[in-house]
Each structure stands twice: as structure tokens, then as C-alpha cells.
């Protein structure tokens, strides 16, 4: 998948868990998506038309419908799913919010879906589960030109933590662009360009 052209530029979202957002109530997330939305039709007027996420439950999934309801309203944009191996959702409940049925449903409307790593050897516990994760992160990042936090906090300073911070302490080694949109508030700032942090 190559995004270095003249014309499209790529965005790719990171962010929260359910636990760390709303929990699993559908109609607690109206709001939020309803505002990545808004974000990713503003970045499609400035040329971004391949958006990528990585179908992790919460924010990820979140992020996609909210391009998947862009593209309903005509935006011109392309959305893409990074897994991180086959098979990851295999412990999420099979139905209701972030669950596997929605999970699937989401991969069959994707416009691309990429599988990061060979799926994880059990015995290795849950470091090699993480490494994947890390490893799917980091080539989301690699293929993006702006990367989209869903989070809460400066990563930085310690209030946006796990694989989020992970995948935007990368982002900024990699001197990518970074928006923050904070899923309480739903304000939302550069926080990071030109390879500098911003005053925020």
C-alpha cells in the first residue's frame, strides 16, 4: 500500500480502549464519532483520502465508522484496516459493541485490510501479543503523514498511556504530525508538527 503521491496523503488513528472510554453502552459513543467524523471530512478537504486504523476495540473501531460515515455522505476517502495478526479478536465476546460479529462486519466493508504479523505462538504469553500490536502500530505510522490520537492528555506527560502513548512516542521519533482529540471533551489540537511539540 503506497501512500507517497502527489495527491493523497494517509492518516491513521490511534487511542483508547473501551475500558479507558465508555465502556460498551453503543449510545455513550454518538457523540464522539459524530466528532472524528466531522475531523476526518475537514482532513479530506486538505487532501487526506486514505485513512487506516487498526481494529482494536474502542477507539480503532470507533475511528473506522466514523470514516465509514464519511464515505456515506460522499466524502471521497478510502478506509483501511492494519490487524495485527489473524485471529486477534478470537477472545472478544461475539456480539454487541466492539464484538466479534461488528468486528467482521467492519473488515468486509473495509476498502483494505492488512495483516501485520503471523499470529503469536501461545506458549510466548502475552509479550509476543504486544510486540505484534507494537509491530502493527509502528507500520501505521510508517505509512501515514499525520497520525490521529483519540486520548485524553499529552502523551508526553505521562496521562495518555499503554500502546497509545507507545504508537505516539513512534510517531514523533518518526517526525510525524500529530492530532490529539480528547473523547471527553471533543476538542481537538495539533499537538505535534514540524518535529516539535507544540504549546497546547
Known amino acids: 500500500m503506497d ?14 480502549r473501551p475500558k479507558d472510554l465508555f465502556g460498551y453502552e453503543k449510545g455513550c459513543y454518538t ?28 477507539a480503532d473501531q470507533l475511528a473506522f465508522w466514523a470514516v ?20 486477534h479478536e478470537a477472545r472478544w465476546a461475539r ?8 468486528y467482521w462486519l467492519m473488515l468486509r466493508r473495509a476498502d483494505a485490510v492488512i495483516i501485520c504479523s503471523a499470529r503469536p505462538d501461545s506458549a510466548e504469553g502475552m509479550g509476543s501479543v504486544v510486540e505484534a500490536m507494537n509491530i502493527r502500530n509502528h507500520l501505521m505510522v510508517d505509512h501515514s503523514d499525520l497520525v490521529f490520537g483519540i486520548c485524553k492528555g499529552n502523551p508526553m506527560d505521562g496521562s495518555c498511556k499503554g500502546g ?12 510525524k504530525e500529530i492530532f490529539l482529540l480528547d473523547p471527553f471533551t471533543l476538542e481537538g489540537q495539533y499537538v505535534f508538527r514540524n518535529g516539535e511539540w507544540l504549546d497546547i
Open 31 to 58: 457523540a464522539l464519532v459524530d466528532r472524528i467524523t466531522q475531523e476526518c471530512v475537514r482532513l479530506a478537504g486538505q487532501g487526506y483520502g486514505l485513512f487506516i486504523s487498526g481494529g482494536a476495540q474502542g
Open 95 to 102: 456480539d454487541g459493541l466492539f464484538g466479534q460479529k461488528e
Open 3 to 16: 501512500h507517497q503521491n502527489d495527491t493523497v496523503k494517509t492518516v491513521c488513528f490511534t487511542g483508547k
Open 164 to 175: 497509545t502513548r507507545e504508537c505516539l512516542t513512534y510517531a514523533t521519533a518518526m517526525k
Open 68 to 87: 465509514d460515515k464519511a464515505k456515506r455522505q460522499g466524502i471521497k476517502v478510502k478506509n483501511a484496516v492494519f490487524r495485527p495478526f489473524d485471529g
